[in-house]
């Protein structure tokens, strides 16, 4: 089973480092890790991505609220989710096979941003399962170098998250 972990911290050295290592020391895994400012720039948010049983996953969610650094905890299913993923592809291409390129890249709304004689850089920014799809069918042509931002979420919008005032 998989979880999302939003998690306020106080943006201040070494609080990345505490909660990796919470992770580490309990031998929990993260799959997927993004870290950004919010509109305060002391406060920073963590998407983690973990998965486990059940058990494991209650674990998580009570060691990360027992941090001092931490400020609030929220935790989500996928489905309840809205997520994406950004990942930069490198690629070699030739004649033969930039067209098939271009066309990958129109089906799965990627873009071409970057492109030299022999070599482009591809951007997609979608869910993490059609990032993976996009990378699939990449795979078959000479890929130089891939970078990506791990899992961004949000709770889904319901009428309830509104705030009362707007």
């Known amino acids: 089973m998989k979880r999302i972990y939003s998690v306020l911290v106080e943006n201040h050295a070494g609080v990345l480092s505490k909660v990796a290592g919470l992770f580490w020391r309990r031998c929990f895994n993260i ?13 920073s948010n963590m998407i983690i991505v973990s998965s486990g049983d059940g058990h494991i ?3 998580i969610e009570k060691q990360l609220n027992k941090k001092v650094d ?11 989710a809205v997520s994406r993923e950004l990942m930069l ?3 070699r291409y030739s004649r033969s096979t ?3 390129i271009v066309e990958n890249c129109q089906l799965m709304g990627a873009s071409i941003i970057d492109i030299s004689e022999s ?5 997609i920014c979608d869910t993490p399962e059609r990032v993976r799809i996009f ?11 891939i970078t990506r931002t791990g899992t961004l979420a949000l709770t889904k919008c319901t009428e309830t998250s509104v705030p009362a005032n707007g």
């Open 135 to 145: 990378l699939k069918m990449m795979q078959n042509n000479r890929i130089v170098e």
């Open 98 to 100: 930039r067209r098939d």
């Open 70 to 80: 931490v400020i609030k905890v929220k935790t989500f299913d996928e489905s309840e």
């Open 89 to 91: 592809v490198k690629i």
């Open 31 to 43: 799959e997927s890790l993004a870290v950004g400012e919010t509109d305060d720039p002391g406060v």
């Open 119 to 123: 070599m482009m850089t591809l951007q």
């Open 57 to 59: 996953l209650e674990q």
